[in-house]
């Protein structure tokens, strides 16, 4: 059985089934059952079945994010935001059967054509800071496209994965199609990459979990997407709207507890308003109501499990050099203080390591270029942000951060409707938005000679 422990009482709040091997390939042999039906199934009978599961999902919201809230340990308010987004992305994908466009293209002698046919069973692996959400980002077009889903969720989370396979069910989809198997990654999951009847990864989680699920499904040339770590630039130029940048900060590191792998962990400032910044930031930071994830009132809660404190804190030794320190309360839970470390040099172990806690760095730069160049000066590339009234600036620096994501003049990341994904060591291909789709399909081109 998993003990499924609440983070902000380190008391165990269920216990389920865990997942091994064999289990896993049951749910393998079952999604690979119902495939050729499901595949089958007329594009606008299908979209009504992801339509029924958003409306599913939004009939239980509240029931749904206190649950999320619960075993993730985040805010009641930003778990029913995760949840309207995972209502959001099954009702944006149910027009996705419909518009599953192929090409023709001119040729000699005969008519060609392209498909973008299914892949078959697809293993999705999600990670334990966005349970459901994550999932539906893999889950939703997955299902459009055609394919059957085995789904391994954290063995820290599960429980919102379950209950999304009972509401897929209620809301119609046969048997077999959706596949939740909770279970240790280094089982159910290494199982999923290495299954022969697997035809692709979706993974979202740490880049060195990451880099080996890409070797090992290197061995059955399973299709691969990753969504890894980040270490995204906040970079703030003096002539910005420093209180707009400094009030919008907090929620870009410490959201989620900083368990976000669009943190906006690195804040880059330009000299000339480093001091008017960080006044405006020790206000905002010190203000943070961190608390019982279930008050309305709180901002951030507590850390995921006691490992994950410790490796935060680990980032924060007796002589770091901490500019700002919220709070935190004491007693059980995970709890860790939102801290901001100031000033920090690009190379310092803080700077350059995932954290994935809720510890920022402050980096000075002098000017454009130097911002830019600190910007890329990491193996990652996930996010970013850019901060100036100079739009030519703007526009400048965002073409120039290697990043999947940048936002201007705002810290927003991810939207149902636009592309989410990595550069670099951030990952490989894109969710969200039309791009999801071409993940979940593979292309095949037909040629029918009109010669008689
Ligand atoms: P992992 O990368 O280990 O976990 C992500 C998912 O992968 C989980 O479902 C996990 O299962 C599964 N998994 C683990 N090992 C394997 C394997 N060998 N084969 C297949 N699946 C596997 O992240 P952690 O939870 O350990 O977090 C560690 C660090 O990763 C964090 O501190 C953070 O830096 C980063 N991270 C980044 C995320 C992101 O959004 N980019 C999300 C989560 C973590 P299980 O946990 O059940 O064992």
């Known amino acids: 059985m998993i003990e499924v422990v609440e983070p902000a009482t380190a008391q165990v709040m269920a216990e389920i089934p865990r997942a091994g091997v064999e289990e896993t390939d049951t749910a393998v042999a079952a999604a690979k059952a119902a495939y050729p039906g499901w595949r089958a199934v007329k594009p606008g009978d299908r979209a009504a079945m992801l339509l029924r599961i958003s409306e599913g999902v939004a009939a239980r919201l509240e029931e749904l994010a206190r649950l999320e809230a619960r075993n993730a340990g985040k805010p009641i308010s930003d778990a029913r935001g995760e949840i309207g987004m995972v209502a959001e992305c099954f009702r944006y994908y149910a027009g996705a059967p419909e518009r599953n466009l192929g090409q023709q293209i001119p040729v000699a002698g005969g008519v060609d054509v392209t498909f973008r046919e299914p892949l078959g069973v697809v293993g999705l692996i999600t990670p334990w800071n966005f349970p459901l959400v994550i999932a539906s980002w893999k889950v939703a077009p997955a299902l459009a496209a055609g394919n059957t889903v085995v789904l391994k969720p954290a063995e820290l989370t599960p429980l919102t994965a379950v209950e999304l396979e009972r509401i897929a069910l209620e809301a119609g989809l046969p ?213 100036t009234r100079d739009g030519a600036k703007a526009l400048r620096v965002a073409r120039a951060i290697e990043t999947g994501v940048v936002s201007i003049n705002s810290n927003s990341s991810v939207r149902v409707t636009t592309p989410f994904g990595g550069f670099k060591q951030s990952g490989v291909g894109r969710e969200l938005g039309p791009d999801a789709l071409e993940h979940y399909t593979d292309v095949k081109n037909v040629f029918y000679s009109t010669e008689g």
């Open 175 to 387: 048997e077999g199609v959706l596949n939740v198997i909770p279970g240790p990654g280094s089982v159910a999951g290494s199982r999923l990459v290495e299954h022969p009847d697997v035809a692709k990864i979706a993974f979202t989680g740490s880049t060195e979990v990451g880099r080996r699920i890409a070797a090992a499904a290197a061995q059955t040339i399973k299709r691969v997407t990753l969504e890894l770590g980040g270490k995204s630039a906040n970079v703030i130029f003096a002539d910005a709207d420093l209180d707009a940048a400094a009030a919008a900060a907090p929620a870009a590191m410490f959201g989620n507890a900083g368990q976000d792998c669009c943190a906006r962990s690195r804040i880059l400032v330009e000299r000339a308003g480093l001091d008017d910044l960080l006044a405006a930031l020790e206000r905002a930071v010190t203000s943070i109501v961190v608390g019982d994830p279930l008050a309305e009132e709180t901002e951030m809660g507590p850390l995921i499990s006691a490992d994950q404190r410790e490796a935060v804190r680990s980032y924060v030794p007796e002589d770091a050099p901490v500019a700002i320190r919220g709070s935190a309360p004491d007693g059980p839970g995970f709890w860790f203080a939102p801290t901001v470390l100031s000033p920090v040099s690009n190379s310092d172990r803080a700077a350059t390591e995932e954290i994935f806690g809720p510890v920022a760095c402050v980096i000075p730069f002098a000017d454009e270029a130097e911002a830019v160049a600190i910007a890329n000066d990491t193996i990652y590339g996930l996010s970013g942000s850019v901060w």
